[in-house]
C-alpha cells in the first residue's frame, strides 16, 4: 500500500469518527431536549391538576359566569371580569391585527432598505420584548391623561393594543418573508399590479404565520395583569363594563381573589383561571381552524 493510500485511509477514518462522535452527541442532547419537554409538560399537567382540583366545583356551580362579584367567597360570580376581558380582546384584535399586519406588509413590500427602515426594525423588534408594565406606564400617559379617556375599558384595550403590535409586526414580516420570491415573479410576468400580487397571492400564503402570531400576542394580551393595572383596571364590580367606564378583567379578578385571606376565594380564584383557559382555548381554536382553512 502507497503512503498516499494510507494517508486517505486514515482521513476516511478520521472523517468516519467524526460523523460517529456528532451522531453520540446529537443523540444525547436529543435524549436531554426531551427531557426538557417532559419535564415542562409534567409541572404544566400538575398545574392543571391542582386548579381543576380546586376549582371545578366552584365552576360548576350556579351563576358564577353570570353573577357580579360578592365579598362572599360562596356566592357571586365573574360576569364583569368574562364581559371585560372579551371586550378587551376583541378591541385588541380589531385594532392590532390591521395595524400589525399592514405595518409589516409595508416594511416587506414597499419600504426602501435604507438606515432609517433598518432602525424602524430594530426598534420594533426591541419593542416586542419590553415588560408589560412599560406598556401601562405609557398607555396611562397617552390615553387616560393626554387623550383623556381616564382609567376606563378603551384606554386598557389600546394599552393592550400597544402590547401586542410588535410581536404582530415581527411574526408577519417572518411570514410574508417566507413566501417565495418565484411567486411575485410569476405574478408580475402576467402582467399583475403589485398590490394584487399581495392581495391575492401574498396574503393567503402568509396568513398561517400570521395568525401564529396573532394568537400568541392575543393571547398574552388577555392574561396580562401589569399593564391593566397601571391603567386602571378595578378588582371589584357590581355592573357589566362598557367602553368608557371603569372595567374589570380576568387576571385583576384573579389577583384581587388570591389576595384575600378566606379560604373560599382561593377556590374563586382556581376557578376563574379555568375560565381564562377556556377563553384563551376558543380564541386559539378559532385561529387555528382559520389557519387550517388558509391552508388548504
Known amino acids: 500500500m502507497t503512503i498516499s493510500n494510507r494517508q486517505n485511509l486514515d482521513t476516511a477514518d478520521r472523517f468516519t469518527d467524526n460523523i460517529e462522535q456528532r451522531e453520540r452527541v446529537g443523540k444525547i442532547f436529543e435524549k436531554l431536549f426531551l427531557l426538557g419537554l417532559l419535564t415542562g409538560l409534567f409541572v404544566l399537567a400538575l398545574l392543571l391538576f391542582d386548579v381543576l382540583r380546586v376549582g371545578l366545583a366552584r365552576f360548576l356551580t350556579l351563576g358564577f359566569i353570570t353573577e357580579t362579584p360578592s365579598r362572599f367567597p360562596e356566592v357571586g360570580g365573574i360576569a ?60 396611562l400617559s397617552v390615553f387616560n391623561y393626554f387623550l383623556g379617556f381616564g382609567p376606563t375599558l378603551i384606554s386598557g384595550a389600546l394599552t393592550l393594543a400597544l402590547l401586542s403590535l410588535p410581536v404582530i409586526i415581527v411574526t408577519s414580516r417572518e411570514a410574508i418573508r417566507a413566501v417565495p420570491d418565484s411567486l411575485r415573479h410569476a405574478a408580475f410576468g402576467l402582467g399583475v399590479t403589485k398590490w394584487n400580487t399581495i392581495r391575492h397571492h ?3 400564503y402568509a396568513v398561517p404565520g400570521i395568525l401564529t402570531g396573532v394568537i400568541i400576542s392575543v393571547s398574552r394580551a ?9 391603567v386602571g383596571a378595578v378588582s371589584f364590580l357590581t355592573f357589566n363594563p362598557g367602553l368608557f367606564n371603569r372595567f374589570m378583567a380576568l387576571p385583576i379578578q384573579i389577583y384581587s381573589y388570591i389576595t384575600r385571606p378566606e ?17 384563551i382555548l376558543a380564541l386559539n381554536g378559532t385561529a387555528i381552524y382559520i389557519r387550517q382553512r388558509f391552508s388548504h
Open 80 to 139: 364583569p371580569a368574562l364581559i371585560g376581558s372579551m371586550l378587551l380582546g376583541i378591541i385588541v384584535i380589531l385594532t392590532a391585527v390591521p395595524i400589525g399586519v399592514g405595518t409589516a406588509i409595508y416594511l416587506e413590500e414597499y419600504a426602501p432598505k435604507t438606515w432609517w427602515t433598518s432602525l424602524i426594525e430594530v426598534n420594533i423588534s426591541n419593542l416586542a420584548g419590553v415588560p408589560s408594565i412599560v406598556y401601562g406606564l405609557l398607555g
Open 263 to 279: 379560604p373560599g376565594f382561593a377556590n374563586a380564584a382556581a376557578a376563574t383561571i379555568i375560565v381564562l383557559l377556556l377563553l
Open 202 to 204: 401574498v396574503i393567503p
Open 222 to 230: 388577555i392574561g396580562d395583569a401589569a399593564s391593566l393595572i397601571v
